[in-house]
């Protein structure tokens, strides 16, 4: 279930943008000024409200530490502010003075783009607030950005429809075109990487002026390729979608539409759990806070609404849905699946990693089922024991078809083979204990332990949605 723990009621004018930090809030509005609370009580600190910019604020967002706050807004600049006095410690022009509508900054905190009505697009160095290189989008405004949780590349999109993905070098890696028809609102990376053989794996979400919801699969290559495709189109609002954002762990996407909608799903099942109903009109900003299960949404209402999910796994009806199957699938007889029935199984299990390898090699539901150990490694070309074991495991539980009175495979660390107490998501995409993974990267050259290939990157996420699944089992045993 939901709750609504408050209701901000500060800004004068429609409220563009919500952004966490780990302990901070941010909201910016129409009405030129940004806004900061504290997320212990959600009070507003001491230099709040900032006022800098001479014109409406479309969007914030927080450095990786916190300690920065960037916006941007109609009057062409991009400011950076201190969290800890609340003082402009810089201003950045954005080429050609045109209203800058969009800004991201890397998760690294090494890069900010900023995006503007023209359809240019600025990279900046944001250590030291320089201008690094231009590119443009033609004949259309620029309104969505995000990067990828590696922080290497990055995808835009615009009211033409489009979404585009960029490297540092301004060079366009991919285009999606007609994304969204009528055009794209805005657009979010999911925090975890998926890894495993020739391929590595993004998770996108988009919407737009079409009312849809969309979840992408952005692929890249040994060979430095990409490849883009569409996973899950989700139509649980009635109205155009402008805002939309992951949770930390990557489990739950949030949405919100002109229909004056807050909607919550699965985002691996694109199951819809929940639909809030408290904004008064179009709800334009919606954000994940990394460090509890907080729900910020912002609206032109003028108001933001703060929910907390008392069960971060629950659906509507109450029951668990972490692990539901596709409804057409689930219809089936796991020897009647399809080649793209295997891939969107494999996804679900977490070993998305593989979906290529499965595809290349035509691997149905009967192909699926006749797996053995040695097949996995002449045919699929499987080097990694642990996730052979995996892999082998989920068939076993595909065939028994029944529910295991132990301990749920996915509770256990793939380390230690214990029940986890602090579970966090690594840039493998796979969940581990914090102290098993942290002792693992420390002494294993920082490689994946399932996929024995190396990690993009050393950082760790909480999975809030799994340690409260673990807490609801062990309550329940």
């Not at 259309?140 to 990828?148: G, I, R």
């Not at 390729?225 to 954002?245: E, F, N, R």
């Not at 596709?326 to 199984?345: I, P, Q, T, Y």
Request: with cysteine; glycine share 8%; net charge negative.
């Amino acid at each position: 279930m939901t709750t609504l723990i408050c209701t901000l009621q500060d800004h004068r004018d429609d409220v563009n943008w919500c952004a966490f930090s780990g302990n901070l809030l941010a909201t910016c509005s129409g009405d030129k000024t940004l806004r900061v609370y504290s997320t212990s009580d959600f009070s507003e600190l001491a230099f709040s409200p900032l006022s800098g910019h001479g014109y409406s604020v479309h969007c914030c967002c927080f450095s990786a530490c916190g300690q920065f706050l960037a916006s941007c807004s109609t009057d062409a600049t991009v400011v950076i502010w201190s969290m800890v006095s609340g003082e402009i410690e810089a201003v950045l022009e954005h080429p050609g003075r045109s209203p800058v509508r969009i800004c991201a900054l890397s998760p690294d905190s090494v890069h900010l783009v900023s995006g503007a009505s023209d359809g240019t697009l600025a990279l900046w160095d944001f250590p030291s607030k320089q201008l690094c290189r231009t590119g443009t989008v033609n004949e259309a405004t620029l309104v969505a950005c995000s990067f990828s949780p590696c922080s290497q590349v990055f995808v835009t999109g615009s009211t033409y429809g489009d979404l585009r993905l960029w490297d540092l070098e301004m060079r366009q890696l991919h285009a999606e075109k007609n994304a969204h028809d009528l055009g794209v609102t805005c657009c979010t990376f999911a925090p975890s990487i998926l890894s495993g053989g020739q391929v590595v794996q993004f998770r996108l979400a988009s919407c737009g002026q079409d009312s849809q919801l969309k979840i992408w699969a952005i692929n890249k290559f040994n060979f430095g390729g990409y490849k883009m495709h569409l996973l899950h189109t989700l139509t649980g609002q009635s109205a155009p979608v402008l805002s939309c954002a992951y949770s930390s762990d990557g489990q739950l996407l949030v949405s919100g539409s002109v229909d004056k909608t807050v909607t919550v799903y699965d985002a691996n099942n694109a199951l819809l759990l929940y639909t809030l109903n408290q904004h008064e009109r179009y709800v334009t900003a919606c954000c994940f806070s990394p460090t509890a299960p907080i729900i910020a949404t912002g609206s032109m209402d003028k108001t933001v609404n703060i929910w907390r999910l008392e069960d971060g796994c629950r659906g509507r009806d109450g029951k668990s849905v972490p692990g539901t199957t596709s409804a057409g699938r689930s219809k089936l007889l796991v020897g009647d699946w399809s080649e793209e029935d295997v891939s969107v199984w494999l996804v679900e299990e977490g070993l998305g990693g593989l979906v290529e390898k499965f595809r290349a090699n035509n691997i149905d539901g009967t192909e699926l089922l006749s797996l053995t150990k040695e097949t996995l490694v002449s045919e699929l070309h499987i080097d990694s024991v642990g996730l052979r074991n995996k892999v082998l495991r989920k068939v076993e539980e595909l065939k028994s078809d029944s529910v295991c009175s132990g301990i749920p495979d996915e509770f256990l660390c793939p380390i230690t083979r214990e029940l986890m107490r602090e579970p966090v998501i690594a840039a493998d995409g796979f969940s581990y204990e914090r102290e098993a993974i942290e002792s693992w990267i420390n002494t294993k050259n920082r490689s994946s332990p399932m996929t024995n290939l190396p990690l993009l990157t050393t950082l760790l996420t909480p999975n809030h949605t799994l340690k409260m699944a673990i807490g609801r089992w062990k309550t329940s045993h």
